[in-house]
C-alpha cells in the first residue's frame, strides 16, 4: 500500500508508516507544500497513493468521492501536535493491516475509525 501524507502533518507522519512497513511519501517530498487540495488529489490518483490529511475538505464527499481516489484518510484530532498525530498514524498503521482503505474515505477520530465504502 502505497500513501502521502498532506502538508499539514508532520514528517514523522510519514516515518511512522515506513516503520510499519509501508511505502509514504510527503507532500513536500514532492514540492507540492502550498498546493491546492485538487491539486494533491490528481496526484495521488496518478501515483496510487492514499492521501492522509487533517485537512476536513477532504472529506466532503461531494467534492472527493472515495471511488474515485486510491483512499482518503482524514484525521479529526482534538489535538494536532506530533506525538498525537504520529500516535494517531501507529493506529492507521494497525488498522490497514487489517482492512485496505483503497477507494475509501476514512475519518479517524479520538475513539474510532469511521469507513466509507464507494458507492
Known amino acids: 500500500m502505497k500513501f502521502k501524507t498532506d502538508e499539514n502533518?508532520?514528517?514523522?507522519?510519514?516515518?511512522?508508516?515506513?516503520?510499519?512497513?509501508?511505502?509514504?511519501?510527503?507532500?513536500?517530498?514532492e514540492s507540492l507544500s502550498g498546493a491546492a487540495d485538487e491539486v494533491i488529489?490528481?496526484?495521488?490518483?496518478?501515483?496510487?497513493?492514499?492521501?492522509?490529511?487533517?485537512?476536513?475538505?477532504?472529506?466532503?464527499i461531494r467534492s472527493y468521492a472515495p471511488r474515485e481516489h486510491p483512499g482518503i484518510i482524514v484525521l479529526r484530532l482534538?489535538?494536532?501536535?506530533?506525538?498525537?498525530v504520529t500516535s494517531y498514524?501507529?493506529?492507521?498503521?494497525?488498522?490497514?493491516?487489517?482492512?485496505?482503505p483503497a477507494g475509501e474515505l476514512?475519518?479517524?477520530?479520538?475513539?474510532r475509525i469511521r469507513c466509507r465504502e464507494a458507492s
Request: aromatic share 6%; charged share 35%; proline share 2%.
Open 9 to 29: 502533518l508532520p514528517a514523522e507522519a510519514a516515518a511512522v508508516l515506513r516503520e510499519s512497513g509501508l511505502d509514504a511519501e510527503t507532500v513536500w517530498d
Open 89 to 100: 498514524m501507529r493506529r492507521i498503521s494497525t488498522a490497514v493491516a487489517r482492512r485496505s
Open 78 to 84: 482534538k489535538h494536532q501536535d506530533k506525538v498525537t
Open 106 to 111: 476514512w475519518i479517524v477520530e479520538y475513539d
Open 41 to 60: 488529489a490528481a496526484r495521488t490518483r496518478v501515483e496510487g497513493r492514499i492521501l492522509v490529511t487533517l485537512d476536513l475538505d477532504f472529506a466532503d
